[in-house]
């Protein structure tokens, strides 16, 4: 029998420190819409999200009513669109956001394409088309692979998304660039990541898999409060007994959502996702740790700590761990980040260092809107590269704000927060980006 | 077994246990288990029941319950249990 005290752990968990499933993402596989004429495949997409995800919204809110935990965002990722788009890929990019409303998701990832090595025809048509499908669908996500350990980084692809992330933000401008928040460019992307806005359905992926994403940075937080002052052995094996019941209760939702919609589960994504609300930031389980502010000395080594307890804590609590699993450090989405940036405490550069031993990567960093092209392709070589030396994802979410400066303040609005806008280091390194080709892969890709 | 963790929390007043167990009993769910104390005037109530009996789905019994949880004043909430034996065993 559960005792009184286990049971008042897990309703506080829930209540006070904001514990949620954090997604229920639908992988749907589209590879048999593919048509040669765009409307044909446009009309065929549709109809497949909308009869697949028929009851994904229902299913999450009746889980979530009867087991008293909030599942905040219900979303479906889908086969890369430059997959089966064998002409125009705008008709199905508006499908797609037609589809995602329709059915009730809040975001549909996998307008994207993946050219680590280099880009097919459909490829270039897709990343072309990007700003104009970003600004004028709501919906929908895009995520871009430029590098992996296995094929280098494809220094073409880098140099093209600098200018597409510019044009983006160019077309988005009355919202601050938002635009640029649905876009993501990878290095070692994965194929199951519920998270948006990186999700797609990968080739190795089913007809259709359930992914859940779990969260709890507060729940993290409060379980350090009980064991300040103490060794650092006993604040990984906390955070490790907090990560495993988190991730319990994720296989528990995932197995329900796929009984219930008849779809094979996929995997939990063992990721601590903070939000811009107090009491549900990343940073803050850093700080608790000892540091007065995020970026300070020892944060890459506090976060080191975490990113590791977590991925022990939760791998033994689910039979299928995947997706990103790591703790996600985005600036504008976790108030810790937030007001470390703002006092000055964090900067791109020690940004950059965190995501050597973090999740993902730079995310959801608002820059000068006059910064240039090629500084965002340098920022995304960079980050490509510790991607693909360190067998590990990164990605590149970045705004570079219209008509903001260093200082500012951008607003993108609920999940997505809001951002102070970052200097960045403009040294040239034109000559650098325009160069092009390919990074070889590393040592690392010859493991055989 | 559809086993399910109704609380009940709020300040102490008379007929608390009996309105939740009548309604409990009109819907023909089972008990398991209670229990139940009082820190400084504020009630807390735990209760494990079975929800088989009640052929209702689980929504139908929890608006049942909220209709209850206005009478008395009270803050009621239903959940499963599954989610106590995920989190807390192996």
New interface residues.
């Given amino acids: 029998?559960?005792?009184?005290g286990?049971?008042l752990?897990?309703?506080r968990m829930i209540q006070e420190e904001n514990f949620d499933i954090r997604t229920i993402t639908l992988g749907i596989n589209l590879l048999d819409c593919s048509h040669p004429d765009p409307a044909e495949c446009a009309a065929r997409v549709y109809d497949r999200i909308c009869r697949k995800a028929e009851n994904l919204v229902a299913v999450g809110n009746?889980i979530e009513?009867?087991?008293?935990?909030p599942i905040v965002n219900k979303r479906i990722s889908v086969t890369p669109v430059s997959w089966i788009a064998q002409n125009d890929p705008r008709p199905v990019a508006f499908a797609l956001d037609r589809a995602a409303k329709e059915v009730g998701v809040n975001f549909l990832g996998g307008y994207s394409a993946l050219m680590h090595k280099g880009a097919t025809n459909a490829d270039e048509r897709l990343i072309a088309s990007v700003p104009e499908v970003l600004s004028q669908t709501e919906r929908l996500c895009s995520s871009i692979n430029v590098a992996s350990t296995r094929a280098g980084i494809n220094m073409n692809a880098v140099r093209e998304m600098g200018t597409i992330i510019k044009e983006t933000a160019a077309l988005t401008a009355d919202s601050d660039g938002l635009g640029c928040a649905k876009l993501v460019v990878f290095a070692n992307a994965v194929e199951d990541n519920p998270f948006m806005a990186g999700a797609f359905c990968g080739p190795g992926e089913p007809e259709c898999a359930i992914n859940v994403g779990v969260s709890g940075p507060g729940v993290v937080k409060a379980a350090l409060e009980s064991v300040r002052g103490e060794p650092f052995d006993i604040v990984a094996e906390t955070i490790k007994r907090t990560a495993f019941?988190i991730t319990?209760?994720g296989?528990?939702v995932a197995r329900e959502a796929s009984q219930r919609l008849h779809i094979p589960f996929g995997i939990v994504d063992l990721s601590l996702a903070p939000t811009p609300a107090r009491g549900d930031s990343v940073a803050h389980i850093l700080q608790e740790m000892g540091l007065e502010m995020t970026g300070a000395a020892g944060t890459t080594a506090a976060l080191a700590l975490l990113n590791d307890a977590v991925k022990k804590g939760g791998i033994m609590a689910s039979n299928h761990v995947g997706g990103l699993s790591g703790a996600f450090i985005p600036v504008s989405e976790d108030i810790g980040m937030i007001e470390a940036v703002s006092a000055g405490a964090l900067t791109l550069e020690k940004l950059e260092a965190m995501t050597c031993v973090c999740s993902v990567g730079l995310d959801m960093i608002a820059v000068p809107g006059d910064t240039p092209a090629e500084v965002i392709s340098g920022i995304i070589a960079d980050e490509a590269a510790i991607g693909m030396i360190n067998n590990k994802t990164t990605a590149v979410r970045i705004i570079p704000a219209p008509g903001k400066k260093a200082g500012d303040r951008v607003e993108f609005g609920g999940l997505l927060g809001f951002a102070p806008v970052m200097p960045v280091n403009t040294f040239g390194n034109g000559d650098f980006i325009a160069r092009g080709g390919r990074i070889p892969a590393p040592l690392q890709a010859l493991r055989n | 077994m559809t086993k399910a963790?109704i609380?009940v929390t709020g300040l102490d007043t008379t007929g608390i246990i009996a309105r939740i167990s009548t309604k409990l009993y009109e819907l023909n769910i089972n008990i398991l288990?209670i229990?139940q104390t009082i820190l400084g005037g504020y009630f807390t109530m735990?209760m494990?029941v079975d929800l088989d009996g009640a052929h209702m789905e689980?929504?139908k019994i929890?608006q049942h319950l909220q209709t209850v949880s206005e009478q008395i004043g009270m803050t009621v909430?239903?959940?499963?249990?599954?989610?106590?034996?995920?989190?807390?065993?192996i």
């Fill in positions: 029998m559960i005792e009184t286990e049971i752990q897990t309703m009746a009513s009867e087991f008293g935990i019941k319990r209760v296989q528990l | 963790l609380s288990d229990t735990m494990v689980f929504d929890n909430h239903m959940q499963r249990m599954d989610i106590f034996d995920a989190m807390h065993r």
